[in-house]
């Protein structure tokens, strides 16, 4: 066991999909994060919030529509799909410390507090 080890599991465990978002939240609240806890934390909540809203806008969407509820329902599936590989790279790329800019998303979580 290293001195990073403790820093990498929380690491890890904010990049925990839907679960780790309330970490990396709380995290960001209280302000006393090192800077690759904040930036992690950062994209989690990033990442999470983006899957929250188009899994939400895909719920209405079913619900709205009298036609085609099978494909959004498939898009809805593909969706929490891809936020959980997202994840799940995230912990990957943060296991062996390569950096966790993700293109397009690291730029919006960038403008996080």
């Given amino acids: 066991m290293t001195s990073r080890d403790p820093e990498l599991r929380s690491l890890l465990f904010y990049a925990t ?5 309330f970490f990396a939240w709380w995290t960001l609240y209280r302000k006393n994060g090192s800077r690759n806890q904040n930036a992690v934390s950062r994209l989690s909540v990033t990442l999470a919030l983006t899957w ?3 899994y939400v806008l895909l719920g209405t969407a079913v619900n709205a529509t009298e036609v085609g509820t099978v494909p959004l329902l498939a898009i809805g599936s593909v969706w929490t799909t891809t936020y959980f590989l997202t994840c799940f790279g995230l912990m990957v790329r943060l296991y ?3 950096s966790v800019w993700l293109p397009g998303i690291s730029n919006l979580s960038d403008r996080l507090p």
């Fill in 17 to 21: 999909p839907v679960f780790g978002f």
């Fill in 96 to 98: 062996f410390g390569r």
């Fill in 52 to 54: 929250l809203l188009g």
